[in-house]
């Protein structure tokens, strides 16, 4: 969400009476590559861009497929392929080894259903949200290539195609239950191929620390760097300018219960007293609440489970003690070592050393 973001604001700084945009989307990877499905590259005619596709091999050619997008005024497809032991293809020499298409989109900044227009109206949603795109058709109008379609034009897309809605629904269905992007290919009766890109796209971590010490500072600064979005529970008169300035909300220990969780919240207590933890873990404990850490040694944590008669360790979503074991000693280190296990415990991964993972790095889509 944090890219989408810089993307909305570069967007938003186009003088479009003198310039033109594109969008350089990433739609299908095979085998390695540095950035996923959904990864995105702004570029401007004068030559400045935002994103990105890669980690740095692909996005000088990027910039020029996105001229020639913007020049042409029309969409396309760009394959980069680096599966190949070819010393002239772009890309091999960081030893990238994959496979990764690219779709080049013309922006109309005067058009108010281009995409990212679209765009801007998610990045403020609690909730997740599924994109449509076509990437590629065998028969048909290729101009369909060039939008996102939700939900509320499914009906639009399945027209375009000739095919029931209920078939695009039943996919899009699969990509929430599995909450991840999925590309797929649907006929019509007369035989056309569509392949769709249904791209899930998550609302930023919303953060809630419960604390008002130093170190409340060092996770928020950890946290913004990451662009979630970030809540403190603390006492007023503890909680300095850099916490106001972090902080998206800031509530008092006695207002927690005004807090709203959803599927995309954790909370962390760190508060360093046993007691205003108690009374905060209370709160949430029951809530439909992904991750609820606890700073502090694991024998605290038992002495909480022995006062509400409930067995911590059992409750998939408890994380005490809170973070990954990284060897952290500095109150950086620590919200590091935290930040990592609230992002691992969203991606559905150990948290392990990546040396050590049998499986691809990425999940396939």
């Given amino acids: 969400m944090k890219e989408i973001e810089k993307i909305i604001q570069a967007y938003q700084e186009v003088d479009w009476s003198k310039e033109k945009a594109a969008l350089g989307t990433v739609v299908k990877v095979e085998g390695s590559a540095y950035r996923r499905i959904g990864a995105r590259m702004f570029v401007r005619s004068n030559g400045i861009w935002v994103g990105g596709i890669s980690g740095g091999c692909l996005e000088g050619d990027a910039l020029r497929q996105a001229q020639k997008a913007i020049q042409k005024n029309e969409s396309s497809i760009v394959v980069y392929d680096t599966t190949e032991d070819d010393p002239h293809q772009?890309?091999?020499?960081?030893?990238?080894?994959?496979?990764?298409?690219?779709?080049?989109?013309?922006?109309?900044?005067?058009?108010?259903?281009?995409?990212?227009?679209?765009l801007k109206t998610i990045t403020d949603k609690r909730d997740s949200n599924i994109l449509l795109q076509v990437l590629a058709i065998n028969k048909g109008d290729l101009s369909l290539r060039e939008n996102f379609y939700t939900k509320d034009k499914f009906d639009v897309l399945a027209a375009a195609m000739e095919v029931p809605v209920e078939k695009l629904k039943d996919e899009v269905n699969i990509a929430y239950r599995r909450r991840k992007s999925k590309v797929f290919m649907i006929n019509n009766a007369a035989g056309h191929t569509y392949?769709?890109?249904?791209?899930?796209?998550?609302?930023?971590?919303?953060?809630?620390?419960?604390?008002?010490?130093?170190?409340?500072?060092?996770?928020?600064?950890?946290?913004?760097?990451?662009?979630?979005?970030?809540?403190?529970?603390?006492?007023?008169?503890?909680?300095?300018?850099?916490?106001?300035?972090?902080?998206?909300?800031?509530?008092?220990?006695?207002?927690?219960?005004?807090?709203?969780?959803?599927e995309y919240?954790?909370?962390?207590?760190?508060?360093?007293?046993?007691?205003?933890?108690?009374?905060?873990?209370?709160?949430?404990?029951?809530?439909?609440?992904?991750?609820?850490?606890?700073?502090?040694?694991?024998?605290?944590?038992?002495?909480?489970?022995?006062?509400?008669?409930?067995?911590?360790?059992?409750?998939?979503?408890?994380?005490?003690?809170?973070g990954i074991d990284i060897?952290?000693?500095?109150?950086?280190?620590?919200?590091?070592?935290?930040?990592?296990?609230?992002?691992?415990?969203?991606?559905?991964?150990?948290?392990?050393?990546?040396?050590?993972?049998?499986?691809?790095?990425?999940?396939?889509?």
């Fill in 90 to 118: 772009i890309g091999v020499g960081l030893g990238c080894n994959g496979r990764i298409e690219v779709l080049f989109t013309p922006i109309d900044g005067n058009d108010a259903t281009n995409q990212i227009e679209f």
């Fill in 327 to 365: 060897g952290a000693e500095s109150p950086e280190e620590i919200a590091l070592s935290m930040a990592s296990e609230i992002i691992a415990v969203f991606r559905n991964r150990a948290g392990g050393f990546l040396k050590d993972r049998k499986e691809s790095i990425y999940d396939r889509i």
């Fill in 265 to 322: 919240t954790a909370v962390i207590l760190m508060s360093h007293d046993y007691n205003t933890d108690l009374k905060i873990l209370k709160e949430f404990i029951h809530k439909e609440l992904p991750y609820l850490g606890l700073l502090g040694p694991k024998k605290r944590m038992e002495k909480m489970q022995k006062e509400l008669g409930i067995d911590l360790q059992k409750l998939t979503h408890i994380h005490g003690p809170v």
């Fill in 195 to 262: 392949e769709i890109l249904a791209e899930l796209i998550r609302p930023k971590i919303k953060l809630v620390c419960v604390g008002d010490n130093y170190d409340v500072n060092a996770m928020l600064e950890v946290a913004t760097v990451l662009g979630w979005e970030i809540h403190v529970v603390g006492k007023m008169r503890k909680l300095n300018k850099a916490i106001h300035h972090f902080s998206h909300k800031i509530f008092a220990y006695e207002e927690a219960s005004k807090l709203t969780i959803d």
